[in-house]
């Protein structure tokens, strides 16, 4: 019913920025509250930011909080996370997630959830 595809991953030194891109096929997702969370190896799945359907509201993750900037294009299906001043323990597969009902930034396993992309930071 919905593909979700991240984009923008890759490999960077402790410092440095990256772009990350998810794109939605499949319906629209105007109204819709968009969030992105990350896994590092071994760990259990982090919460990194979210944004309302409009881009009216958005949250961060105690850890990204003053480096990453989450934002939305409706026109384009597309949402977006700045990511400045990267530090190692930012690693991790980053996946975006579309709420599949309701207007709440609690996404679970029954929303709509990405592949992910990688992101690795070096020392």
């Known amino acids: 019913q919905v593909q979700l595809v991240e984009s923008g991953g890759g490999l960077v030194q402790a410092g440095g920025s990256l772009s990350l891109s998810c794109t939605a096929s499949?319906?629209?997702?105007?109204?819709?509250?968009m969030g992105w969370f990350r896994r590092a190896q071994g760990n259990e799945r982090e919460f990194v930011s979210a944004?309302?359907?409009?881009?009216?509201?958005?949250i961060y993750g105690d850890s990204v909080k003053g480096r990453f900037t989450i934002s939305r294009d409706n026109a384009k299906n597309t949402m977006y996370l700045q990511m400045d001043n990267l530090k190692p323990e930012d690693t991790a597969v980053y996946y975006c997630?579309?709420?599949?009902?309701?207007?709440?930034?609690?996404?679970?396993?029954?929303?709509?959830w990405g592949r992910g992309t990688q992101v690795t930071v070096s020392p």
């Open positions: 997630v579309a709420k599949r009902r309701g207007a709440d930034m609690i996404f679970t396993t029954a929303d709509d």
């Open positions: 944004i309302g359907g409009t881009g009216d509201s958005t």
């Open positions: 499949g319906r629209t997702l105007s109204t819709t509250p």
